[in-house]
């Protein structure tokens, strides 16, 4: 099992890759960090930065990916945005005397796209494209559906997927629509379902993943989401609040 020391070490890339982040398509805003240092070929993915990645997150709906004996299913907005990479990932995985291992990283919509990074990479080795070790490390949602081989599962083997508390974002998309997870769960404090409570959502910002300290204390100050994701919250709970009374005023007239 791989220490917390070697994990904060990797997720520490999420903050300052290796590489500057470079465009690679405008349109739908998608952005990665690639590059070769010490013999490691770096592979990084932003997150969710801009209402176009929002939209991509909101598509997911499964899709059919690739022509094999055994169709599998992938969210359908994640695979969009990897397909846009996957040119430049293909590229620098063609250089297999300049690497002698591959390490990719991303959290959140940069996570689940880490996660179809890794696939894609493994099923080149297989094909004898490369043989090189790699490394993925995400915390993000769901990535693919109905999972009914052990092909994508071996692929996945060395994805560790980090998960602080009852982050909500780990939850998503919902199982009921078929999403799975594969990899490795390496949890930080205790895991809960509990997506009533606002730490469900703030647990999720980046600043957490920083420190991978479950003891670590979320204010405003250090948490991006808390301020706001309160606030909501206190709104729904006095709108469901003011639902119970009226129903409840309803039944006894």
């Known amino acids: 099992m791989i220490s917390l020391k070697e994990l904060r070490n990797n997720t520490q890339l999420w903050f300052n890759p290796k590489f500057p982040y470079q465009k690679l398509d405008t349109k739908e805003d998608v952005e990665i960090s690639i590059g070769i240092k010490n013999r490691t070929l770096?592979?990084?993915?932003l997150g969710s930065v801009s209402l176009k990645d929002w939209l991509n997150n909101f598509k997911f709906w499964v899709k059919p990916y690739k022509r094999m004996k055994h169709t599998f299913f992938v969210h359908a907005g994640f695979i969009k945005i990897y397909k846009i990479c996957r040119p430049i990932v293909r590229e620098w995985i063609s250089k297999i005397d300049e690497y002698d291992e591959i390490i990719i990283n991303g959290h959140s919509l940069g996570g689940a796209i880490t996660t179809l990074c890794?696939?894609?990479?493994?099923?080149l080795r297989e094909y004898g494209v490369h043989n090189k070790p790699c490394w993925?490390?995400?915390?993000?949602?769901?990535?693919?559906?109905?999972?009914?081989?052990?092909?994508i599962k071996k692929r996945c083997m060395n994805l560790f997927r980090i998960n602080?508390?009852?982050?909500l974002v780990s939850k998503l998309?919902?199982?009921?629509?078929?999403?799975?997870?594969?990899?490795?769960?390496?949890?930080?404090?205790?895991?809960?379902?509990n997506f009533l409570i606002p730490s469900s959502v703030y647990s999720h910002d980046i600043n957490i993943y920083k420190h991978l300290d479950e003891s670590y204390e979320s204010t405003e100050h250090t948490n991006y989401?808390?301020?706001?994701?309160?606030?909501?919250y206190k709104i729904i709970y006095v709108v469901f609040a003011l639902l119970l009374i009226i129903i409840g005023i309803t039944i006894i007239l």
């Open 136 to 151: 993925a490390f995400a915390s993000g949602p769901r990535v693919f559906a109905f999972i009914n081989n052990k092909i």
């Open 118 to 123: 890794l696939e894609d990479i493994e099923f």
């Open 164 to 167: 602080y508390k009852n982050d």
């Open 42 to 45: 770096y592979i990084t993915f």
């Open 225 to 232: 989401l808390y301020k706001i994701t309160c606030k909501v």
């Open 173 to 193: 998309p919902p199982f009921w629509f078929g999403y799975k997870h594969v990899g490795n769960l390496y949890q930080i404090g205790k895991k809960s379902w």
